[in-house]
């Protein structure tokens, strides 16, 4: 059982819609991650968050530590938000390791 | 920003011979690295911990001796994947952390033939 599950797998939306991705986790994090993966590959780190919320442009991530979950939103999405959208935690201060959520793949029609 | 450059980005090689793939931190440095592999839609998988100056932490199940990981210096880590199979064919990506984000290198889409 993979310990940081994200919901839904696959998300579909037209132009200007609101978005949320679910990401929930099995034990208590010292942080998490939302990365955004694109067709080619590579990776961009979006949020670190240990708690609270936090705003980067049209994006915004949420955690809730007691309910062992988090959220990303996209506000008024475009077709260049289309990607893999992943979810990653570490579970100590000591390191850097990162556990990875099964991804959600993200489509934004015009 | 933070930049982690990852080298080459497209590989195909035949099978029985070996690969490297340079990993190198721009503008920060990177005592510990950190190399994941990817099957097709699939969430990448660590592989190993790359430690500057001392021996690679290589996860549960993973070939120490078929994935060799050396971290010479503070900006470079390198994953050489010797006598490559098929099987090896894969996207295999490197990060390092310039708190409080993990920088993620371009990966790397090798295809053993």
């Known amino acids: 059982k993979n310990e940081v599950e994200q919901s839904p797998q696959n998300l579909t939306a037209q132009e200007g819609e609101f978005i949320t991705i679910n990401c929930s986790y099995s034990v208590g994090i010292s942080a998490l991650h939302w990365l955004q993966q694109h067709p080619g590959g590579g990776i961009v780190s979006l949020f670190m968050l240990s708690s609270g919320k936090k705003k980067h442009g049209r994006l915004i991530a949420t955690i809730n530590i007691q309910e062992k979950h988090s959220s990303l939103h996209i506000t008024a999405s475009h077709p260049r938000d289309s990607a893999v959208y992943i979810c990653a935690v570490t579970f100590s201060l000591n390191t850097d390791k990162l556990i990875f959520g099964t991804g959600t793949r993200l489509q934004v029609f015009p | 920003g933070a930049v982690v450059s990852q080298h080459p980005s497209r590989v195909i090689c035949k099978s029985g011979t070996s690969v490297k793939i340079e990993c190198r931190s721009l503008d920060f440095q990177a005592t510990t690295m950190f190399w994941y592999r990817q099957f097709p839609k699939k969430s990448l998988m660590l592989m190993a911990t790359?430690?500057?100056?001392?021996?690679?932490?290589?996860e549960q199940g993973v070939e120490k001796d078929k994935f060799l990981i050396n971290h010479a210096s503070l900006t470079l880590s390198t994953l050489t994947v010797t006598s490559a199979h098929p099987e090896d064919s894969s996207f295999y990506i490197c990060s390092a952390r310039d708190y409080p984000k993990q920088i993620f290198g371009q990966g790397t889409r090798l295809t053993v033939v």
């Open positions: 790359s430690n500057e100056g001392s021996k690679a932490t290589y």
